[in-house]
């Protein structure tokens, strides 16, 4: 008989918490496990769930092969129950032994679970006062066996039981749409508490419920109080319970926090308070159906980062480099200075003329200090704000020491699920940045960016970053909260607020690609976690906003007219008017109408209901014909001509004939050559051109879009020293200076949406079920790589794909999860191989290999397609002053791709109104080079 190793990670819903998970929020929780290791044979015939509650044992039998997100099998949980669980699976004649035991506890599931009110200071804690502290102290009998603290407030709330930190979460509750869901943490709090006498105290900070929001300086979006709700409850080993809750008894006194906000920044005061001022509470109206438990895991403190260097600036500033863009905020060990001292730090994420470089960050002050106590030691660092920085001015100190300076990074503490290397350094670089601008713009709320006065839900932005996201980190529970909010938030025409949860008033009643987030985000996270329960939860706020933007395009099917965003950052547009892209903002409408309306289709007919999905799939056909009747020539140009517009006809099967899918291919790939492969799309290309690219034939041109490194490029920001992907393709000028433009991020992830061509095709990783149940293995080696590998963590374990290629050779090797198929095309192999779990290798002729040399009567698109030729025609050129650059090349040789290479020479000298000087040494140095 063959083996099955017993199951492990079992997990309940998308939590990751190490186990037990505490607080689930339903009382049906879905299960998952992974089966690490089995014979090849072994396929899942059947599990078994062992589950014991209260001294009592159940096993249940399923005969299905599920082990992703099964149904909950026994009875419901009720609140506060907890229930350890264990799994066995079965199959092929192989029985696993059982898994280790996991727990879940529900929280509290209804409202009438909560005793506690919501409490507010009454005379302290007012805007602009200094943060109140509520707190309450209470005797306790011996014999405690589990003791619970379940809290949230409006505002940032940090308890400490007894003088120890409750948790370790950090800007909890975390910021969803307060108005109609507020969460709730539940915190285990057993060891904290003690016999006779305890003191619960609860720190309290504007964070997003009061502090400032938004570019306008508005503040106190939610309401002007802040206020705690926070329920203790405690069991003896005589089976007592005690429960204690918020409550007019509570006090109130000021703490040494003068000032918080996520803007800008944290004012304490460090020194002892003999002043305390004391204040009475009162319980404040609130409701408490709004109070959810959380679905994705908390903000913590994910990593420190040491000072990777302290030095003085020009001015005589002193600054400190943490070699690092990231999330957080600085932590400083200081000793033996003056009571009353004050220390200062300022954040930013570059320098400019050697100083901070705050421009961009617009009016947030991020700005931290301190008035110390003048103890031996004092560590300096707030919680109840965070920045978005590299660098960091320290004042008020006689000196600093490298040591004594840490980056706390601080962000929703996500499960790293993907991974991706190559050969090369810089597109691993790449690859870092994008994951260290997920880190920190995954705060609890995917944001666009992390440090100026925004920091908001923008829809587009996540809408393209969603399938990379959910590569890089099980994001399948945070987007899932973010998504519940974007419902709540949706309008009753079904129109979508630009940023989620909403707290700008925008003219904007819809704009495509950021509304569509409530289409496309549900898609992702079924097609990467083959969650279908959340599909269908979303399905009526899909189709609202399907319906909405179907409303606006009226019986000719075409969403045109309106403002739009249209394809924000497209390089080419004014640094002031990012929405003066070269892709006609019509087509874009209407392609995002024809995509969002078809995955409504297909979601429809996931969560079983035809008709409706027969519906909204009839619908995209309509609009498809539209668009093409519109919008495309019989022989496949797209209106607008710009590369964004063929890629999301290419990508979204716009295009009804082969041959226009053939020429608009053609078309991508020629202005993509006319660029000199620099890229010249904004959000909306930028995540589809590779794809379209790679799907139309042109690979090669893809990956020289890939390793362009002149500006604007995915590479150019690596090459001025990026540590994130930016907001804008030229944030930083080449001569080092900020861009001019108001709006300028250097930690943004819109643009690092390409990663998940990395992975799904470079590397050659991608799911072809929901889920990855099947795994699409289909890499593609190019000669500017030696090797790529990707590893993800699916929702059935790790799959893996790596190749190289050496000697002439290519060698692949796949990794299946047990429970999972794969489809592998070897590159070079007329037809597929099908695989189950377990590692594979091929090996086959490496079909990069070949150093082509260029075909005699090539034409001047050849020429361009030849790598090293075209490097020394840009190289001469240049040198002999008929361009400035390669940009410049490509450009003056747009209009004569088809001509033959012969011509090339007197085709880049043609810059009207004469011919360039130098053509004649330009002759000299190519003839021998360019084919007659
Ligand atoms: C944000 C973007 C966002 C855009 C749309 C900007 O201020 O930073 O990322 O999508 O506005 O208007």
């Known amino acids: 008989m063959g083996h099955v190793a017993a199951p492990t990670a079992v997990r309940f819903e998308h939590r990751t918490d190490e186990d037990p998970v505490l607080g689930i929020g339903t009382a049906t929780p879905r299960l998952s496990w992974i089966v690490p290791a089995a014979d090849a044979a072994f396929i899942q015939e059947a599990y078994e769930v062992e589950l014991t509650r209260a001294g009592t044992c159940e096993v249940i039998r399923v005969t299905v092969g599920d082990q992703v997100l099964v149904p909950w099998p026994a009875a419901p949980l009720s609140s506060r129950e907890s229930v350890r669980v264990r799994v066995r699976v079965s199959g092929a004649g192989m029985r696993s032994a059982w898994s280790d035991p996991a727990t879940v506890e529900a929280g509290l599931l209804r409202t009438e679970d909560w005793t506690a009110r919501f409490i507010s200071p009454r005379e302290l804690g007012k805007l602009g006062a200094p943060a109140p502290v509520l707190r309450s102290t209470f005797d306790l009998p011996g014999g405690v066996v589990t003791a619970r603290l379940y ?41 904290l508490v003690r016999e006779g006498g305890n003191d619960l105290e609860v720190l309290l900070g504007n964070g997003w419920y009061r502090g400032r929001l938004g570019w306008d300086g508005r503040h106190a979006h939610y309401g002007d109080r802040l206020a705690l709700l926070a329920q203790l409850e405690v069991t003896t080993s005589d089976g007592q319970v005690i429960r204690l809750g918020t409550d007019a008894f509570w006090t109130a006194r000021e703490s040494g926090v003068l000032a918080d906000d996520l803007y800008d920044g944290q004012r304490t005061d460090l020194r002892p308070r003999a002043d305390d001022r004391a204040g009475t509470v009162e319980v404040v109206d609130a ?71 705050v421009r961009p960050l617009r009016t947030a002050k991020a700005t931290d200090s301190y008035r110390l106590a003048g103890a031996p030691l004092e560590v300096l660092e707030p919680s109840l704000t965070f920045h978005g920085f590299r660098y960091a001015e320290i004042s008020g100190l006689p000196e600093v020491r490298a040591e004594d300076v840490e980056a706390v990074v601080v962000g929703s503490d996500l499960r790293r699920t993907g991974w991706f290397s190559s050969s090369n350094p810089q597109l691993d670089r790449f690859h870092e940045n994008v994951v260290w601008g997920m880190r920190g713009n995954f705060v609890d709320v995917p944001t666009d960016c992390p440090q100026r006065d925004e920091r908001l839900g923008w829809t587009g932005d996540i809408q393209v970053f969603a399938p990379t996201a959910s590569f890089l ?155 093409a009747r519109e919008f495309v020539t019989p022989g496949g140009r797209v209106l607008s001509d710009a590369p964004t517009v063929y890629a999301l006809a290419l990508a979204w099967a716009l295009l009804p004939t082969a041959d226009q899918r053939h020429h608009a291919g053609d078309r991508l790939a020629d202005l993509v050559r006319a660029s000199g492969f620099r890229i010249s799309t904004g959000f909306v290309g930028t995540p589809l051109i590779m794809d379209a690219l790679t799907g139309s034939g042109h690979l090669d041109v893809a990956y020289r879009l890939m390793f362009q490194s002149g500006c604007p490029s995915w590479l150019y920001a690596v090459t001025m020293g990026a540590t994130t992907v930016w907001e804008r393709w030229d944030a930083m000028l080449p001569d080092g200076q900020i861009n001019p433009g108001q709006m300028n991020s250097f930690n943004h992830y819109a643009l690092g949406a390409v990663a998940d061509w990395l992975h799904r095709t470079v590397a050659g990783l991608a799911p072809a079920a929901p889920g990855y149940r099947e795994l699409l293995v289909r890499p593609a080696p190019d000669r500017s790589l030696t090797a790529a590998s990707a590893r993800h963590r699916t929702p059935y374990g790790d799959a893996e794909v790596a190749w190289q290629r050496s000697e002439g050779r290519l060698r692949l090797r796949v990794v299946v999860p047990v429970g999972a198929t794969a489809t592998v095309h070897v590159p070079g192999r007329p037809e597929p191989a099908r695989v189950g779990h377990g590692t594979h290798t091929w090996q086959a002729a490496d079909p990069a290999a070949a150093n082509r040399p260029l075909r005699t009567q090539a034409t001047v698109r050849d020429v361009l397609d030849h790598e090293d030729t075209w490097r020394q025609v840009v190289a001469a050129a240049v040198e002999t002053g008929v361009v400035g650059d390669e940009a410049e090349a490509a450009a003056r040789l747009q209009v004569f791709l088809d001509a033959p290479s012969s011509r090339l020479v007197d085709a880049l000298a043609l810059a009207p109104p004469g011919l360039a000087k130098g053509r004649k040494a330009l002759h000299a140095r190519l003839d021998h080079l360019l084919p007659p």
């Open 151 to 191: 809290a949230t407030a409006h505002g940032l709330y940090e308890a400490t039981l007894n003088g120890r930190r409750v948790g370790d979460q950090v800007l909890a509750p975390g910021w969803t749409s307060y108005g109609h869901r507020l969460r709730y943490q539940t915190y285990d709090v057993t060891e």
């Open 473 to 627: 980190f099980d994001s399948a529970g945070f987007l899932s909260s973010w998504l519940a909010d974007l419902a709540a938030e949706q309008r009753p025409d079904g129109s979508v607020p630009l940023v989620v949860p909403n707290v700008i008033e925008s003219p904007l009643p819809a704009a495509a690609a950021w509304g569509d987030a409530a289409t496309l985000v549900p898609w992702v996270l079924y097609q990467r976690t083959g969650d279908v329960g959340l599909l269908e939860r979303q399905l009526p706020s899909m189709r609202a906003w399907v319906d909405y933007i179907a409303g606006l395009a009226g019986a000719d099917r075409l969403w045109t007219g309106g403002f739009q965003l249209g394809d924000w950052l497209d390089p080419t547009a004014p640094h002031d008017a990012p929405f003066e892209a070269q892709a006609d903002p019509d087509v874009v409408a209407t392609g995002y109408l024809a995509r969002s309306a078809e995955v409504v289709g297909l979601a429809a007919a996931v969560a079983g209901d035809a008709d409706v999905a027969e519906k909204y799939a009839r619908l995209a056909g309509e609009v498809r014909d539209a668009f």
């Open 287 to 357: 409701d408490l159906a709004r109070l959810v438990a959380p679905d994705g895991p908390p903000v913590r403190v994910t990593q420190v980062l040491p000072a990777a260097a302290v030095f003085s600036s020009p001015s005589g500033a002193t600054l400190v480099d943490f070699g690092q863009n990231l999330v957080g905020w600085v932590r400083l060990r200081v000793r033996d200075q003056a009571p009353g001292q004050e220390v200062v730090v300022r954040h930013a994420e570059v320098l400019e003329d050697g100083e901070l470089g």
